[in-house]
């Protein structure tokens, strides 16, 4: 196992006034934003993480990447625990998980020359001796489809699609064993975003990379990972293995979402079923967080949260109508 | 205080002409929009689909001549038989909201955070139909109600930073709608929203349309989002209108490399089956473009015929038009999405 | 590898603190190097001693032999208004770049790490900018003793705060971008982060300010000349002549005009070059 996430769970404290002891909010309990998610990836094997805003998808990959510490869980890259390392040694182990965040527009320093921010990474990792830096550095931007000569020119010379590229070449400069791909094409036009996830797919295949995808588009997910995890308040509600196709999913919030999605059948929108509305602004605060909206919803939904069950083939369902229609037998 | 509309004076059979419009910065060099022409009929709902730098919104915005500082529209557009781009500023402000409604990717565009909801439709109401307070205050929780805001008469009283992001789009169709308009131009209004969510505005507004026998403009940049609500499609590039027809042709039979090319690159059209087809390059900024066919840096099938002189427009079937020389040649580029429905693809 | 990423801008940008600016740059900028070059060649080029006196000469007008007259000592102004510009420039920069230094650093950490360091630094500043600016110095030279080495003391325990709060408020913004948080997902250390990429990018505002602060500082110098807690006689200052030679105002005026002028034609330089500067600013935040 490569990378192995045990029981994450982060709650962001919410500044309120004084009056407030924290963890309240208003009187309800604060939802954490991400609670008891779990994943396991083999080297080379890669994951979609699907889901909407709020599901903490972000905060899942910021827990992976430990740029935000869980509250809870522990994450172990080739059996070292991460989550334990002090400040030092966890500096040094970042470079194997590496994260291309959503908008390529500010995560480039624009003051640096993209040329001077490749090369910094590989002097810090000294991954790289002094005199063959240049070369390493039209390597990677050969790798990621741009000329030798973007280099000498800053983040504000080029469009998107291109700055997104350059993200994804100082990501690889560190040589990582593990990639976090973060919503990487939403903020893109449609025309360019095939050009990135093509990137993404060539990169996983040609460097044996385990890739992390996470987005809220379905089809973008399933084009570069076979393996998909759902999420939704805060938890991994799904975990569709390789060889399950979509349309097998059985939690009623990926249903949900699989009836929901546009697509480029005119007329999908009457075909499509009311399924589950969103007329609440915010979660429950105890037991399963879709009981809301659920049409499978019944009594064990309100106040326990549904465990992660597997029900065959390591397809994963945290849902009480499911594991109970199983009879409970799945968790052999 | 409120003005009272002539809503009255176009008929709700009417139909929205646009012809040739242009949009021009005022100090900047091509207009970022050439030569628009499409109609929409009554109750109709037509689709305008492109990515940024297309014009698709300021098309829209122009209709209701809500152009930003500097920009200036030429060309016609007619609703109901009266030349939009030609009436006065009151004659204008008379139409939008009880004619002709618009809402917007952002709802807090149109919701002022220190109104509450219930009080801010109310106010569309009383100032276009000339209702008494409470009558309006009744009509805008009938309303919230339709929109599918539950508890209307309590959540009347709230403010729109306690709804989420779907529910104040909802309010923001209540209002767009409360005075009954006979148009409604929807400028990307699921964008912002979620998977789940997007649907449900998608079916509300359906359902609105047919209600009140409204035509509808959408404009967005996804494909999948107008597939499922428009009568009728144009989609967009560089300030052009490339293509246009029935929406099932052009989803089923794109006349247009820019077409095939977009629907070829989504996920869909492999399956799972080896690389997605990327346009090269990158979306043009109008402004610049060079003259000629405005895709042509970017075509497969482009001959140096395409980049001298503008692309005249070809109808390839009745009702389905496409900018493009090279029609006879769209089989080389072999459209991957042809035909069936995609939805377990 | 995969398809075409575009073409890469042929002409770069022009990059670097000097972007294309009006001439009231080059105008600040020649005009304050024009200054520092006649103060640096003072010795050389100036008429008389700067502390001769000729007490018989006191208070002649502007003549041939004094293009700008004389003081009450019989001093030459001209003289002393070259000589007192090297003591100014330097009141200016020095005032100005020990607390810029000290102001940014603690500023950065303070925005950087957030927390207690920032809640700490924020009561500092509280209490710093509770008192005015110029009581504050008076009363730490009023303890230190006068001369100009207590006048850089005081000034800099003042004045830090302000580069403080500045750079501290602009850190506390940029830290959240992504950049940052990239940076740090590449395994960067806190001290890289804070000054190549943090520092860059927040430093400007406090630059700006700065430039105007350089201003303040030798008027500060000046009122300082006026208790005697200054610069000590007979070393020329041009607040110190103005203090001085206040009671002439009216009988012989040009005691304090050209010192004044002096002043006045440094700080619109000065301020030239801020303005340029923030205008900078407004257009690489645009950008």
């Known amino acids: 196992m490569l990378l ?329 | 205080m409120f003005p009272i509309s002539c809503a009255g004076s176009v008929r709700p059979n009417a139909t929205l002409r646009v012809e040739q419009l242009t949009v021009v910065f005022r100090g900047a060099g091509r207009p970022v929009v050439r030569g628009v022409s499409f109609e929409i009929a009554p109750g109709e709902t037509f689709g305008l689909v492109g990515e940024s730098g297309s014009g698709k919104s300021l098309t829209c915005r122009a209709i209701l001549r809500l152009l930003p500082r500097g920009a200036k529209a030429g060309g016609r557009v007619t609703y109901g038989g009266r030349a939009l781009l030609e009436l006065t500023n009151a004659e204008m402000q008379a139409l939008r909201g009880s004619t002709i409604a618009m809402i917007f990717q952002d709802p807090m565009t149109a919701l002022n955070p220190v109104l509450r909801v219930g009080d801010a439709i109310a106010q569309v109401i009383a100032s276009h139909e000339g209702v008494g307070a409470r009558a309006s205050r009744k009509r805008a929780i009938d309303m919230m109600a339709r929109v599918g805001i539950r508890d209307a008469p309590r959540r009347a009283a709230s403010y729109p930073h306690e709804f989420s992001g779907g529910m104040r789009q909802r309010i923001h169709i209540a209002m767009a709608l409360a005075a009954r308009p006979t148009l409604l131009l929807a400028d990307e209004p699921t964008t912002a929203l979620d998977v789940i969510v997007q649907a449900e505005i998608l079916r509300l507004l359906d359902d609105l349309r047919r209600e009140h026998g409204m035509s509808l403009l959408l404009v967005s940049h996804d494909f999948r989002v107008v597939a499922g609500l428009c009568d009728r499609l144009g989609v967009m590039y560089g300030g052009e209108l490339v293509e246009m027809g029935p929406a099932r042709t052009v989803l089923h039979h794109p006349q247009h490399p820019y077409t095939i090319g977009l629907m070829n690159s989504l996920p869909e059209a492999v399956a799972g089956r080896g690389r997605l087809q990327a346009i090269p390059g990158s979306p043009p900024d109008p402004e610049h473009a060079p003259p000629g066919c405005v895709f042509a840096p970017r075509c497969a099938l482009a001959v140096s015929a395409c980049t001298e002189a503008p692309v005249p427009v070809v109808e390839t079937s009745p009702g389905h038009s496409s900018r493009c020389l090279r029609i006879d040649r769209l089989g080389e580029l072999r459209p991957a999405l042809v035909g069936a429905d995609r939805s377990g693809a | 590898m995969s398809t075409a990423a575009a073409v890469v801008p042929a002409r770069p940008v022009r990059r670097g603190w000097l972007a294309p600016a009006g001439p009231s740059l080059w105008v600040g900028m020649i005009g304050i190097l024009t200054i520092a070059v006649l103060a640096a060649l003072a010795p050389l080029i100036a008429p008389y001693d700067p502390t001769a006196l000729a007490l018989g000469k006191g208070l002649t007008p502007p003549s041939a032999a004094h293009w700008f007259g004389t003081d009450q000592l019989g001093r030459d102004i001209l003289t002393r208004v070259l000589y007192a510009a090297r003591i100014d420039l330097q009141i200016g920069t020095i005032g100005v770049l020990i607390p810029l230094v000290m102001g940014a650093v603690i500023g950065l950490f303070a925005g950087y790490y957030a927390g207690w360091p920032d809640a700490l630094l924020g009561r500092v500043i509280d209490v710093v900018t509770a008192f005015p600016f110029l009581v504050l110095v008076l009363a730490i030279v009023a303890m230190l003793g006068p001369g100009l080495r207590n006048f850089y003391i005081a000034i800099s325990l003042v004045s830090w705060v302000a580069y403080a709060r500045i750079v501290r408020g602009e850190a506390l913004s940029v830290r959240g971008r992504g950049y940052i948080l990239a940076a740090r997902s590449l395994g ?100």
């Open chain 1, 4 to 332: 192995v996430a045990e029981h994450l769970t982060k709650t962001y404290a919410h500044r309120r006034g004084w009056s407030t002891p924290p963890g309240r909010d208003r009187g309800r309990d604060v939802r954490p934003a991400l609670a008891d998610a779990s994943l396991s990836l083999e080297r080379g094997e890669s994951i979609g993480i699907v889901g909407e805003s709020g599901s903490g998808k972000s905060t899942l990959a910021r827990c992976l990447a430990l740029l935000d510490r869980p509250d809870a869980g522990r994450v172990l890259l080739d059996g070292v625990e991460l989550t334990r390392l002090g400040a030092g040694s966890l500096r040094r182990s970042r470079r194997r998980i590496q994260v291309v965040f959503q908008d390529p527009y500010s995560s480039l320093n624009p003051r640096l020359t993209v040329g001077s921010a490749l090369s910094e990474v590989l002097l810090v990792h000294r991954l790289v001796p002094r005199h063959r830096i240049g070369r390493r550095v039209a390597e990677l931007l050969d790798q990621v489809g741009m000329p030798a000569r973007a280099a000498d020119r800053y983040p504000s010379d080029f469009s998107g699609g291109q700055r997104q590229r350059i993200c994804v070449a100082r990501a690889l400069a560190a040589e990582p064993e593990v990639l976090i791909a973060d919503e990487p094409v939403s903020a893109l036009d449609v025309s360019i975003q095939a050009q990135i996830l093509n990137l993404l797919a060539d990169l996983r295949t040609q460097l044996a990379l385990s890739v992390i995808f996470i987005s809220h588009d379905l089809y973008v997910v399933r084009y570069i990972a076979p393996k998909i995890g759902v999420m939704f308040g805060g938890r991994i509600v799904e975990v569709l293995p390789e060889g399950v196709p979509l349309e097998q999913a059985r939690h009623p919030y990926t249903q949900a979402l699989l009836n929901s999605r546009s697509r480029l059948d005119p007329g999908w929108l009457a075909e499509s079923r009311d399924l589950a509305t969103d007329l609440t602004s915010s979660l429950p605060a105890t037991g399963c967080p879709f009981r809301e909206r659920c049409p499978r919803v019944f009594a064990p939904c309100r106040d326990v949260d549904p465990p992660a069950v597997d029900i065959g083939h390591g397809h994963l369902v945290a849902c009480h109508y499911v594991t109970n229609s199983y009879g409970g037998s799945a968790r052999a």
């Open chain 3, 188 to 287: 960067f250390g806190d001290l890289r982060i804070m000054f190549r990429h943090l520092l860059p990018n927040v430093i400007v505002p406090a630059l700006v300010f700065g430039m105007s602060d350089f201003v303040l500082d030798i008027l500060a110098g000046a009122s300082l000349g006026f208790f005697g807690l200054g610069v000590q006689p007979p070393t020329p200052e041009w607040g110190v002549m103005i203090a001085e030679g206040r009671n002439f105002i009216i009988t012989a005026p040009w005691v304090v005009i050209f010192p004044g002028v002096a002043i006045i034609v440094t700080s619109f330089f000065v301020s030239l070059i801020g303005d340029n500067v923030s205008d900078l600013v407004r257009r690489v935040r645009a950008a």
